[in-house]
């Protein structure tokens, strides 16, 4: 990590649920939530916990010199709608193969 620059990874216990279009691509009871300097939390979700059968992979790739590498899947209308680092950085290790959306909802009750 360079100067300043901290990720933190917790257990969680929210629900949270990944809905696009009206259909609900993922729930969990059991994300891993990562902590980034300067970014928002973000929920990683276990594949147990992604309906993988909706999403479509995609060409697209990208690195974080924090992360790793990280690849893409998508829906239709919604282009790398998900991400997930197949190959982690060690100091990141427990994020290997947990799926991240770009919008999660927290449900609550």
């Not at 928002?40 to 909706?54: G, Q």
Request: aromatic share 10%; with cysteine.
């Amino acid at each position: 990590m360079s100067p300043g620059h901290r990720i933190t990874i917790e257990q969680g216990t929210q629900h949270v649920r990944v809905v696009h279009d009206g259909t609900v691509l993922a729930e969990s009871r059991r994300p891993l939530l990562l902590h980034e300097t300067g970014l928002p939390v973000r929920y990683y979700l276990p594949p147990d916990d992604v309906n993988t059968a909706l999403l479509t992979p995609s060409d697209s790739r990208t690195h974080c010199p924090y992360k790793g590498d990280a690849s893409y899947w998508s829906r239709p209308g919604a282009a790398d709608l998900v991400w997930a680092y197949l190959d982690p950085k060690p100091d990141v290790a427990s994020i290997k193969g947990h799926f991240c959306f770009y919008d999660t909802e927290i449900v609550t009750g």
